[in-house]
C-alpha cells in the first residue's frame, strides 16, 4: 500500500472492540427541518429559521421539496420556506434594517450522515455535495405512508 500511494496513504477507523449485543442502538432524538420547494436559500429566511435549529445548507444554495436542510431543535420534522425573501417597502425606520447574523453551516462527512439518518430518510451523494433527504419527497405521499404503515403495525 505504501509503494502504491507514494506513502501518502491514510487510514483511520472507530472500532475498538466486540461486545455482546446489547439491543436496538439509538437514533437522534431530535426531527429535521424539511425545504417546503424547490429554489435558492435566502439570508434572510435563514436567519428568521435558526431559532428552530442547525442548519446544513448555506444561504444561495439550491434546495428542494423534501432536502433536509436543517436539524430540529424538538423532536418531530417540520417543513419550512427557507427560499422566502425580505419584502422590499419605501418606508425605513431606525433599526428595522437589522444586518443578518448567520452561522456556518454544519458540514458533515458520509460517515457522520450515515450515522445520523433515520429509516425514512437516505443519503444524496453527487461529486460536489453529500445532500440529505426524505425517501419520499412528496409531504402527503409520505403521510399516507406514515398512516399505512401504522396500520399494518395494529394488526
Known amino acids: 500500500?505504501?509503494?502504491?500511494?507514494?506513502?501518502?496513504?491514510?487510514?483511520?477507523?472507530?472500532?475498538?472492540?466486540?461486545?455482546?449485543?446489547?439491543?436496538?442502538?439509538?437514533?437522534?432524538?431530535n426531527g429535521v427541518l424539511l425545504s417546503k420547494n424547490q429554489e435558492k436559500t435566502t439570508a434572510y429566511s435563514i436567519d428568521k429559521l435558526q431559532?428552530?435549529?442547525?442548519?446544513?445548507?448555506?444561504?444561495g444554495e439550491e434546495v428542494y421539496v423534501g432536502q433536509i436542510i436543517a436539524e430540529h431543535?424538538?423532536?418531530?420534522?417540520?417543513?419550512?420556506?427557507?427560499?422566502?425573501?425580505?419584502?422590499?417597502?419605501?418606508?425605513?425606520?431606525?433599526?428595522?434594517d437589522d444586518s443578518v447574523r448567520i452561522i456556518p453551516k454544519k458540514q458533515m462527512t458520509l460517515e457522520e450522515?450515515?450515522?445520523y439518518i433515520q429509516q425514512d430518510e437516505c443519503i444524496e451523494v453527487t461529486p460536489k455535495k453529500i445532500r440529505?433527504?426524505?425517501?419520499?419527497?412528496d409531504e402527503d405521499e409520505r403521510k399516507r405512508t406514515q398512516k399505512s404503515m401504522k396500520s399494518e403495525e395494529v394488526r
Open 51 to 59: 431559532d428552530r435549529g442547525t442548519f446544513f445548507v448555506d444561504p
Open 113 to 115: 450522515c450515515m450515522e
Open 132 to 137: 440529505l433527504r426524505k425517501t419520499i419527497l
Open 1 to 29: 500500500m505504501l509503494t502504491n500511494t507514494a506513502g501518502e496513504a491514510v487510514m483511520a477507523h472507530r472500532f475498538l472492540e466486540y461486545k455482546p449485543w446489547k439491543g436496538p442502538i439509538p437514533g437522534r432524538s
Open 73 to 96: 431543535i424538538k423532536p418531530g420534522d417540520l417543513i419550512v420556506n427557507a427560499t422566502e425573501g425580505k419584502q422590499l417597502t419605501n418606508m425605513r425606520a431606525s433599526g428595522s
